[in-house]
């Protein structure tokens, strides 16, 4: 891997992009945790990335809104698809990035701004929410719990679907599951597809019109690393998001 460019930002601080010269993979690193990875046509290289966008394509969603943007891949691909992707991120230099290294269409309607500023004042409803934002390896405080739970939802569309990118560390780390019980405060139906036993892993936790959702598959293979993604995809299985489910709301 070559590095072709540092980025600095006053949010994230350093960044810097590298490609692979054979394969033409693209990645990018901030705060030592590498954050997006895509071939060279932007298709992620990350098998969440392509569980949330399986598990999206699934609701036949029309329209999107993506909190976090990092590469911008999940954006690129739905927007690819054919739904109608709005992303927002906090740190200006992440639309740069996407769009000059990672092929973030100009069809992406992009926002510098806080998920929760941005939902606060644009009333819109989106048949789909991905929550996918991360201040190096740890999501905001104020994204992860009901308060703002309870704010999405008043931002979905009848029969919309909110997913969430939990980072677990290990399978004592109490991201996820806590997440989880968040969410089950504020949604009847929710679920996790998780891959126990991996450290360093992605769950996915996904509520409200959630219940006919089936495993992931891969939809878009990456021109790179594509065999390892599919049987990655068929590790994740659904699991119980919490032993103790908070009480609905």
């Not at 927007?79 to 990672?102: C, H, M, N």
């Not at 939902?119 to 201040?135: G, K, N």
């Not at 936790?205 to 495993?215: I, K, R, S, T």
Request: aromatic share 8%.
């Amino acid at each position: 891997m070559r590095a072709i460019a540092t980025i600095a930002s006053a949010i994230s601080g350093e960044i810097k992009v590298y490609r692979d010269g054979p394969s033409g993979l693209i990645t990018y690193t901030q705060g030592g945790y590498e954050q997006s990875a895509a071939d060279r046509n932007g298709v992620s290289t990350a098998t969440y990335i392509h569980a949330l966008y399986g598990l999206a394509l699934q609701t036949r969603a029309r329209t999107a809104l993506v909190i976090g943007c990092g590469g911008g891949s999940l954006a690129s691909m739905l927007q690819k698809a054919g739904t109608a992707t709005t992303v927002i991120d906090i740190d200006p230099a992440s639309f740069e990035l996407a769009r000059w290294y990672f092929g973030l269409p100009d069809a992406c309607e992009r926002h510098v701004a806080d998920g929760r500023d941005f939902l606060e004042r644009d009333e819109r409803r989106f048949d789909v929410i991905v929550l996918d934002a991360y201040d190096a390896a740890d999501m905001p405080k104020h994204l992860a719990g009901p308060a703002f739970f309870k704010l999405v939802k008043t931002r979905l569309a009848p029969g919309g679907v909110f997913l969430v990118n939990a980072y677990v560390r290990n399978d004592d780390d109490p991201f996820a599951r806590e997440t989880a019980a968040g969410l089950s405060a504020v949604w009847r139906h929710v679920r996790m597809l998780d891959m126990k036993g991996r450290i360093n892993r992605n769950a996915i936790l996904m509520a409200g019109n959630v219940e006919a959702l089936a495993q992931p598959t891969l939809i878009t293979p990456p021109e790179v690393e594509a065999t390892e993604i599919e049987q990655d995809l068929r590790l994740l299985a659904f699991v119980a998001p919490s032993k103790k489910r908070a009480r609905k709301r």
